[in-house]
């Protein structure tokens, strides 16, 4: 009778601690909402550059921000120019990166098209050689989130900048989803 009673309770503990070890890691927009900037230069795996601005967050009950990334391993360079911003995500296992999502015009080879984004950038403190960088279009191109320096053949430079929530910074109400913000687009 015991071997059948610990079996009741031993079956759907084992079951539940099998659905929860698999439970996926989820993006949020942070509450209370915050922002951040950023510039700088990392490498791509070819060893060109690829220069970038990034600032983003929430304000007045809204997304805002620009992206603007210039990547030199194109002739002429690519570029790539935020048109709107659809998400600011916060990554619990990264709390100091950001996830910036939106859409962008951009240009390669001469030939300009509208597409989705997500940018990374993570501030892990001063004077921002380990802050990170990465990009993930909706073409396909995906620069894996990369530190900033040091100065070298896998290296950048530049700093990240993660700014406190202040009056101004209120995000939507309610937040949207991060597929209905970054439409599918995995981290960086």
């Known amino acids: 009778m015991r071997r059948i009673i610990y079996t009741l309770f031993a079956i759907p ?3 539940v601690g099998a659905l929860t070890a698999g439970t996926a890691r989820a993006h ?3 509450a209370p909402c915050d922002f951040i900037t950023s510039g700088g230069w990392v490498l791509d795996d070819a060893a060109a550059f690829i220069n970038f601005g990034v600032h ?7 997304f805002w921000g620009n992206v603007n990334v210039v990547h030199h391993g194109f002739n002429p360079p690519a570029h790539l ?5 659809t998400g600011y995500l916060m990554d619990p296992e ?8 939106g859409f962008a015009d951009v240009t390669i080879n001469g030939s300009t098209s509208n597409m989705r984004f997500r940018i990374r950038v993570e501030d892990n403190g001063e004077p921002g050689g380990s802050d ?3 990009s993930h279009l909706g073409n396909g191109y995906n620069l894996t989130t990369r530190e900033l320096g040091p100065p070298g053949p896998n290296g950048g430079g530049g700093n990240v900048q993660l700014h406190k929530e202040n009056n101004s910074t209120k995000g939507p109400n ?3 989803t991060e597929l209905e913000m970054c439409g599918g687009l995995a981290t960086p």
């Open 174 to 176: 309610p937040a949207p």
């Open 28 to 30: 949020f927009v942070p």
């Open 132 to 134: 990170r960088f990465g």
């Open 56 to 62: 983003g967050g929430c304000k007045h009950g809204a």
């Open 94 to 101: 990264f709390p100091n990166a950001r996830d910036i999502c």
């Open 13 to 15: 503990l084992l079951l």
């Open 81 to 85: 120019k935020s048109t709107e911003i």
